[in-house]
């Protein structure tokens, strides 16, 4: 057991899930950030035990974050690992996308990322890691997700950015490109995650499992920043 502390944004479920139990397996202290899932949260952290601990915030809501950061700081008085995970879509062809629907996505998948950097690298005293989940369609795009492709395009520019900026204080930050999982988020487009399956040179999906442990990995390094790390296994 470390006294090193990983907070991971939308780790009540999916990827977020698999990504919280890894780092506790690797002896870090996690925080399960969540917005709606508390009872899944808690079950969560009852599974890790009290080196685990719950924190509802919207990370649209510079307030909500800010005040998880306090609760962070009072609780264990450090954060070494951030991974900003959370992240929505709601998928519309571009001239049919509602403007509110348009604005949100931004909100938790960009705005969100900003949010939770401003409020975690002060806690960094001794440097730490910044990892932001972005997305294969961020590079390439994907039809009927305009939103969700241009949020984690820009995501890779801001991963680049904070990178430049946080390096004198000896913090990294990498953006991952996780591939299709059959998470909750993929398991309900049946059809997408058959072709994404079909696109891949394995005929595989991504294993969020995998996925978790990779991240776990880089968090670990001394010296790889303001990199993109494409775990597809797609040309791109």
């Known amino acids: 057991m470390t006294n090193k502390v990983a907070v991971i944004t939308g780790a009540s479920g999916g990827l977020g899930k698999e990504i919280a139990l890894s780092f506790s397996e690797n002896g870090y202290r996690v925080v399960i950030n969540y ?18 601990i719950a924190a509802k915030a919207d990370v649209s809501r510079f307030e909500d974050v800010s005040k998880m950061a306090g609760t962070v700081h009072e609780k264990w008085g450090r954060v070494d690992v951030l991974i ?37 690298a002060p806690l960094m005293k001794d440097g730490g890691h910044i990892i932001n989940i972005s997305s294969y369609s961020g590079l390439k795009g994907k039809e009927g997700q ?70 776990v990995y880089l968090a670990g390094t001394e010296n790889i920043t303001g990199q993109i790390f494409c775990l597809e296994s797609r040309i791109i």
């Open 84 to 120: 900003n995970n959370a992240g929505i879509t709601k998928d519309s062809l571009l001239i049919k996308q509602n403007e509110d629907d348009w604005d949100r996505i931004m909100d938790v998948n960009l705005k969100g990322v900003f949010n939770c950097i401003k409020a975690f």
């Open 146 to 215: 305009a939103g969700y492709s241009a949020s984690k395009a820009a995501l890779l520019g801001l991963t680049k950015t904070a990178a430049i900026e946080l390096a004198e204080y000896e913090i990294r930050v990498n953006a991952i490109l996780p591939g299709y999982m059959p998470t909750k988020m993929g398991i309900k487009a049946d059809e997408a995650l058959k072709k994404a399956k079909e696109a891949s040179l394995l005929n595989t999906l991504s294993d969020p499992k995998e996925v978790a442990r990779f991240i």
């Open 35 to 52: 917005i709606e899932s508390e009872k899944t949260a808690q079950e969560i952290v009852r599974a890790i035990g009290n080196t685990a």
